[in-house]
């Protein structure tokens, strides 16, 4: 890291000399370090995954979601720091419930998007504070119209029909390109989510981990939800076996080259 | 050359009776109303009734209003009294249970929360001498057990198998106390819906803010249903008969 010691990665108001701010930069490396979190959007609806790395057997299954509802309508899985998580899943809340209260209507995912990738921004501003260590999914189903949105620790926000953040990002990514979303279902959609997030498990790095479903979609009708206990388990199925046979299907594409 | 005069807008100018100065003061009469809510508890869960009328004063109004709506799973909140007050009381009740379901604890409201909190607000905005002008009508089925509750604008609450909101307080109730009360148990749906309708007739032949356009609602354990607008028989033809009463 060239840029300790120099000075410039001491403020988030100070830039380096060739115009980066470290200091999103090593937000941005806090997510990289997180367990997975996808996001795909199909045809008919969103779905998010996440790996969520347990550092303890202790801690009672399902507790510490990473995977949040903002509003009845709106999905909210992150990847990085959770206390910085159920900071802005918290304003999350806040905006898509005065935003109702303004006009009366769901707030559209691009207004959400766009407000919690400027409140964000804010936080790369000031040297008094510092950026949110979180890469954002939101994950929305306005007027039976499926939407996914990133939010990442610079403030960027981008609409993806796909996207990854975490620990396993690449491999995720090359994953999802793979897809065909626009003609994947939903319910396949999930199942191909928790393929991926066992697919880019890595379970010399980290032993423990709990696969979180979530889905917005015409069967959940349109509010976010977890996945149906059912759909879960043939997903998990399918991810296990799927995980073995896709290597071997990536050996034999190396005997074929 | 003579100068123009303009007039401000009456929108823009503060009314006189408005002033920055002395006491608070607060809305102390409603006015867009609802009449009465008629409800009672049968063989099967609860079954309600509302008309459809909002009175602008004696003035029909809004004549397409549903003032019965369903809270969380398995609870129906009848009103009568003001709609504005109505229209906020939805929005809180709304924005409490996205705020349960963001919480994601396998929870949910029950109808006896729902009806402990409203009463709670009411009685609330009561003390703040500022209060709901509202009746509501609170109803639900809970593991196999039917609810039914009533809360006033002071906050005055009561359970009963047979409640009556304004009007019907004095028409419908009387009817319900000979017909439903002592057979909660045993009552169809059908005999429940004869009897509603009947309370729903009297209340339209004797109630000057009532409508002859209604729905009805029912919660049963299979959750909420609330019926499409509908009209009851009348017959006026004993109405020439009929002196007295200031006409």
Redesign the interface.
């Known amino acids: 890291m060239t840029s300790i010691g120099t000075g410039y990665d001491l403020s988030v108001s100070t830039y380096s000399p060739d115009g980066r701010v470290f200091q999103v930069e090593y937000a941005q490396k806090a997510v990289d370090n997180s367990g997975t979190a996808i996001g795909l959007r199909v045809k008919d609806g969103v779905v998010l995954a996440v790996e969520k790395i347990k550092h303890s057997r202790l801690l009672v299954p399902n507790s510490n979601?990473r995977i949040?509802?903002?509003?009845?309508h709106i999905g909210f899985a992150s990847a990085g720091w959770m206390s910085d998580t159920r900071h802005l899943v918290k304003r999350a809340?806040d905006e898509a419930?005065h935003y109702?209260?303004t006009y009366k209507t769901e707030i559209p995912a691009k207004i959400i998007a766009e407000r919690m990738g400027m409140y964000v921004q804010a936080y790369t501003l000031y040297s008094a504070v510092r950026p949110f260590g979180v890469s954002t999914l939101l994950a929305t189903m306005d007027n039976n119209d499926p939407q996914l949105y990133m939010i990442e620790p610079s403030g960027q926000y981008m609409g993806y029909r796909g996207c990854a953040a975490g620990k396993g990002k690449q491999a995720a990514k090359t994953e999802i390109e793979k897809l065909d979303l626009d003609s994947l279902s939903v319910r396949d959609a999930v199942k191909e989510a928790a393929r991926i997030i066992y697919s880019v498990h890595d379970s010399t790095k980290d032993k423990l981990f709990e696969l979180e479903l979530s889905w917005v979609c015409a069967e959940s009708n349109g509010v976010h939800t977890?996945v149906p206990q059912d759909l879960f388990d043939e997903a998990v199925e399918y991810a296990e076996n799927a995980d073995n046979s896709d290597d071997e299907g990536d050996e034999e594409m190396e005997d074929d080259e | 050359m003579d100068s123009i005069t303009l007039k401000v807008p009456h929108t823009t100018e503060r009314p006189a009776e408005i002033t920055n100065y002395g006491p608070t003061t607060h809305i102390s009469q409603p006015s867009v109303t609802g009449t009465s809510v008629v409800a009672f508890k049968y063989k099967d869960g609860i079954i309600m009734a509302t008309d459809c009328l909002a009175s602008y004063g004696s003035m029909a109004r809004f004549r397409n209003e549903t003032r019965m709506i369903s809270v969380g799973n398995n609870t129906l909140v009848g009103m009568s009294g003001d709609t504005g007050d109505f229209q906020h009381m939805k929005h809180t009740l709304e924005n409490l249970l996205t705020h349960e379901y963001d919480m994601d604890d396998g929870q949910n409201m029950g109808t006896r929360s729902i009806y402990k909190y409203i009463s709670n607000i009411m009685y609330g905005r009561r003390s703040k001498i500022d209060p709901l002008w509202n009746s509501y009508v609170v109803a639900g089925v809970e593991n196999g057990e039917s609810f039914l509750g009533f809360v006033d604008y002071y906050g005055t609450t009561y359970q009963s198998p047979t409640i009556a909101t304004g009007f019907g307080a004095y028409l419908a109730q009387p009817i319900l106390r000979k017909y439903v009360e002592g057979h909660e148990d045993e009552l169809t749906e059908e005999e429940a819906v004869r009897i509603l309708d009947d309370c729903m007739r009297v209340l339209y032949y004797r109630d000057g803010r009532s409508f002859n356009k209604l729905r009805r609602a029912k919660v049963t354990a299979e959750g909420v249903e609330i019926s499409e607008p509908y009209p009851l028989d009348t017959n006026w033809t004993i109405a020439n008969y009929v002196v007295g009463y200031g006409s």
Do not use: S
């Open positions: 979601k949040m509802t903002a509003g009845k809340r419930r109702y209260g977890h």
